[in-house]
């Protein structure tokens, strides 16, 4: 059974740091891109980063760009996203999902919530 | 940026009855259309991709289709479990980023 597990969510203050986690389980985590996406309470979806299987090659939305980070380690079928300089506006659930064929985002986690504030 | 528009943004369905949901690219994405479903507290689960094809575990009841900047996501025969938000989703013009519509509230009439 495919299982992706999030962490690191939590109250961090604006200007803050946080590292959420992702565990992945059931499927071979080193053959699959993997994204992260974001939903402001009562809001859509926002696709906020990618990384490829083998992990040397990752893009980020503009307003992430310089302050987030996305990372893997296929030794350990991690995924995580460093995420920097936190804004009021960052405040969501973070979903972890897996990709098949690049772009379809076949499974989603259940998501961490982060919520900057003072 | 490619744009995604649905509509309505929320539609009032009886159960059995059938429910057409729409979403417009603004500019041409050709078959890169994914359909998702949210249920209120859950992560958003794959229904179709490639405009057409179900996703694993789907329904037959639900069907997509369409193309370039036109889609349509068609759910037959509602069932109670369907009701739900729904998003559509290109994943066409890299570096275009992967854009999401705003969602269509499907409700119970």
């Known amino acids: 059974e495919v299982q992706l597990v999030e962490s690191g969510g939590g109250l961090v203050q604006p200007g803050g740091s946080l590292r959420l986690s992702c565990s992945a389980s059931?499927?071979?985590?080193?053959?699959?891109?993997m994204h992260w996406v974001r939903q402001a309470p009562g809001k859509g979806l926002v696709w906020v980063s990618r990384?490829?299987?083998?992990?040397?090659?990752?893009n980020y939305a503009d307003f992430v760009k310089g302050r987030f980070t996305i990372s893997r380690d296929n030794t350990k079928n991690t995924l995580n996203l460093q995420m920097n300089s936190l804004r009021a506006e960052d405040t969501a659930i973070y979903y972890c999902?897996?990709?098949?064929?690049?772009?379809?985002?076949?499974?989603w986690g259940q998501g961490t919530l982060v919520t900057v504030s003072s | 940026e490619i744009l995604m528009t649905q509509s309505p943004v929320t539609l009032s369905v009886s159960p059995g009855d059938s429910a057409t949901l729409s979403c417009r690219a603004s500019?041409?994405?050709?078959?890169?259309l994914a359909w998702f479903q949210q249920k209120p507290g859950q992560a958003p689960r794959l229904l179709i991709y490639s405009t057409s094809t179900r996703a694993t575990g789907i329904p037959a009841r639900f069907s997509g289709s369409g193309s370039g900047t036109e889609f349509t996501l068609t759910i037959s025969s509602l069932q109670s479990e369907d009701f739900a938000v729904y998003y559509c989703q290109q994943y066409n013009k890299w570096p275009s980023m992967y854009t999401f519509g705003q969602g269509t509230k499907l409700e119970i009439k």
């Open positions: 999902i897996r990709a098949v064929t690049f772009h379809v985002f076949d499974f």
């Open positions: 990384i490829s299987s083998d992990g040397t090659n990752t």
């Open positions: 059931g499927f071979t985590f080193s053959s699959h891109w």
């Open positions: 500019q041409g994405i050709g078959f890169n």
